[in-house]
T-cell receptor, first 113, second 113 residues
Framework: EDKVVQSPLSLVVHEGDTVTLNCSYE??????LLWYKQEKKAPTFLFML????IEKKSGRLSSILDKKELFSILNITATQTGDSAIYLC?????????????FGQGTRLTINP | KAGVTQTPRYLIKTRGQQVTLSCSPI?????VSWYQQTPGQGLQFLFE???????NKGNFPGRFSGRQFSNSRSEMNVSTLELGDSALYLC????????????FGPGTRLLVL
């Protein structure tokens, strides 16, 4: 059965700290790995990773994928209170040409001022 | 470009009733996926539609069904509602499904009493 596991489930840090969120997966027919940020309602797209070892960056956020070890990390440097959210990792599998996203449980990140 | 829209945003129903939720994807997107999000189970995939055809389906009972129209708008129907169906229902659109990133709507929060 396809599975995505995120760790930690919850993290509380102080503003300015750097955090690393983890996502490991077991999925057949892997296509890509996606990171989302969910604050109050709908998740918003952060990154899509398809190739191993290539870091994607957006401001203070960066992410990298290791397809050999089946995991990804999301780094946030110089955290701000606005980074407080649930971060979701999802792995895209292709089944009979159809896309299916399998989500992890999420990491609830709290940034204290 | 307008984002994904979902209606209604909030809904209260009683057990045994049925409900229809609507999702309008981003203009030009042809793939619409539906998810159920609950505190206990996280985000779970319901089904994906592309060009009016259901391409993939998650592990939900037959009470959950959907359809997609020629303009890519999609509806999800839940019949014979149960208390456990209370959740945030999210739809996400992507251009082609496959490896294109999904963009989520604001969700419909359904409460079953």
């Amino acid at each position: 059965e396809d599975k995505v596991v995120q760790s930690p489930l919850s993290l509380v840090v102080h503003e300015g700290d750097t955090v690393t969120l983890n996502c490991s997966y077991e999925v057949t027919n892997f296509r890509s790995l996606l990171w989302y940020k969910q604050e109050k309602k709908a998740p918003t797209f952060l990154f899509m990773l398809t190739s191993s070892g290539i870091e994607k960056k957006s401001g203070r956020l960066s992410s990298i994928l290791d397809k050999k070890e089946l995991f990804s990390i999301l780094n946030i440097t110089a955290t701000q209170t606005g980074d407080s959210a649930i971060y979701l990792c999802a792995v895209e599998a292709i089944v009979m040409r159809a896309q299916k996203l399998v989500f992890g449980q999420g990491t609830r990140l709290t940034i204290n001022p | 470009k307008a984002g994904v829209t979902q209606t209604p945003r909030y809904l209260i129903k009683t057990r045994g009733q049925q409900v229809t939720l609507s999702c309008s994807p981003i203009s030009g997107h042809r793939s619409v996926s539906w998810y159920q999000q609950t505190p206990g189970q996280g985000l779970q995939f319901l089904f994906e539609y592309f060009s009016e055809t259901q391409r993939n389906k998650g592990n939900f009972p037959g009470r959950f069904s959907g359809r997609q129209f020629s303009n890519s708008r999609s509806e999800m129907n839940v019949s014979t509602l149960e208390l456990g169906d209370s959740a945030l229902y999210l739809c996400a659109s992507s251009a082609w499904g496959g490896s294109s990133a999904q963009y989520f709507g604001p969700g419909t929060r359904l409460l079953v009493l």
